[in-house]
């Protein structure tokens, strides 16, 4: 990885940041985030084709952001890098106050993965959730040919606990049984009337877990 500079504290007033990483920093996510969002380059693995973001006009943007503000039990959070500018999204699913528990969900834009922000980004942001939030548990579900995904979550201590298989209709996913490009990752596909199966891992972090972890970097 090379060198970045880092996100200095005194920036984190004006940028309104709420956690803040070695070179990443998460704010809340705004309706101009879904602007930038909109004009981030496309995914060239079709694997990925998913986190496009959609083509949309201005009215059907509003009513992106307003839809999912409206939502109680979800959170969007924007990762900015160095520079302030939006280079990923977090998202909390099913936020449930009383279990003190939700569901994760991290996508940077396609021109910086592989370079260290997702790992630092979500450890910042692990900070904020079981210390400022005040959190108990975390869970996410990741796909089985997600390989880069899963060690940053392996990295930060998450645990697998089960497997699930997500259906989806044919078109939406490439030919993954025919084009030979897929054969290492063919296996964690299935194919149904008209469907398409994909493995998925469930997996936890638990705050105990993740105190753990901190203890073990001191
Ligand atoms: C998943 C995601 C957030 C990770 O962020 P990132 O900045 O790309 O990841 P990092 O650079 O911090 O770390 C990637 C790690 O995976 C490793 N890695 C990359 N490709 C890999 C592969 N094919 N197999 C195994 N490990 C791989 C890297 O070596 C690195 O580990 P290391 O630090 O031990 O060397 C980001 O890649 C992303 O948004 N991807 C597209 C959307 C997505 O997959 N979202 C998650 C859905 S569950």
């Known amino acids: 990885m090379t060198s970045l500079p880092k996100i200095r504290p005194e920036m ?14 998460i704010r809340r996510f705004s309706r101009r985030d879904v602007d930038q969002w909109c004009r981030w380059p496309k995914h060239q693995d079709p694997l990925f084709q998913d986190y496009n973001p959609p083509d949309m006009d201005e009215r059907e943007r509003d009513l992106w952001y307003a839809e999912r503000l409206a939502r109680p039990d979800h959170a969007m959070f924007a990762i900015v890098d160095e520079e302030g500018e939006l280079i990923g999204r977090l998202f909390l699913r099913q936020v449930n106050p009383d279990a003190r528990s939700a569901v994760l969900g991290i996508d940077l834009r396609s021109d910086v993965l592989n370079r260290g922000y997702g ?20 869970y996410l579900d990741v796909a089985a040919y997600n390989r880069r995904a899963q060690r940053v979550y392996e990295k930060l201590g998450w645990r697998y606990t089960r497997e699930h298989w997500n259906t989806y209709r044919a ?11 897929f054969e290492p990752v063919r ?32």
């Open 12 to 25: 984190d007033e004006d940028r309104g940041l709420i956690a803040r990483g070695s070179i990443t920093g």
């Open 119 to 138: 790992t630092d980004a979500l450890g910042a942001f692990l900070e904020y959730y079981f210390d400022e939030m005040g959190y108990d548990t975390l």
């Open 171 to 181: 078109g939406f996913l490439p030919d993954v049984f025919g084009d030979p490009r």
């Open 187 to 218: 296996r964690y596909f299935r194919a149904g009337l008209g469907t398409i199966s994909v493995l998925h891992y469930d997996m936890v972090l638990t705050r105990q877990r993740w105190l753990e972890g901190r203890q073990r970097e001191s």
